[in-house]
Structure formats: C-alpha cells, structure tokens
C-alpha cells in the first residue's frame, strides 16, 4: 500500500482552492485541497489565516468563500470577529447598514439600541470599543449610561 502524499503547510505560499494541505487532526493527518478544508474546518482555517497568519490565501477562491461559510458554521464566531463591521438592521435605515456608521456617528442612539434595546447579541463590541462607546455617550448624554457602564468608565 502506497503512503498517502502530505502536503505540510508552507507558510511563504499562496493558497488557492485547489492546493492541498494536509493537517494534523485528532484521527491524525488529513490532506484535503484548501476548497474542501473551508467547509470542514472554517473557524480553523480562519483562525490560522487572521488570528495565527501562519496561512496565505486567494482573497478571491478562498477568503471570501469562507468568510460565508463562517456565518452559518459559527454565527458567534463569525460576530466576534466582525466586530463593528457587522451589517445590522438598525432603526432608521431601509437596508442593513454596517454597525461602524451608526456607533460613530450617532453613539447615543447606537448606545440605546445595542444596551437598553437589548440587541448586544446582534453586535459584539471589543472591551476598548465598549469604552469608546460609553465615553462619548457620557460626553453626550450622561444620564443614559446604565450604572454598570459607568462603572465600566470610572475603574
């Protein structure tokens, strides 16, 4: 019986969908081409090509297939990682609009739907993106920040 060829990871490569790339798995080594991989393991891959970037990829074939795949593997995930970039039903706008535009330039009325509209599990906010928020909403409206934001602010 013939060995099954491995195809380490090279981390100076550009990956396309068609490369292989064999990695350690708890039934040990699987070779799969890199299309197949962004349906099997896509937070994995996704985690070595942003958080890791130890994996280069097609933009194109790879990266955006998979950025898709994310949001119905790991819709948590996927949320993290878009963070303010996350297209969100927000009042006022007939069509989605990316959270960044209503958090800049309306933090009050961003701050009211996410915390008291009870919709903090449609956006996540880093903790240094929480204080921004709770910082100019404080500037501009001191009585709308809940205690706890405030406390958030004040240690």
Known sequence: ????????LDSEKVYYSKDELTLDTPDGPKTLKMGYWIVEDPVRIHKMIIKEKVLQ???FEVLNPLVS?????D??????FMGLALTIDYPGYSTGIVARIPFEIDPVGFYKWWRKGKHEDKVHLSLGNQIRLFQKVNLMDPKMLLKRDLDILRH
């Open 1 to 8: 019986m013939l060995a099954e060829e491995t195809y380490p």
């Open 57 to 59: 990829v097609d933009t």
């Open 69 to 73: 795949k994310l949001r119905r593997a």
């Open 75 to 80: 819709p948590d995930y996927y949320k993290r």
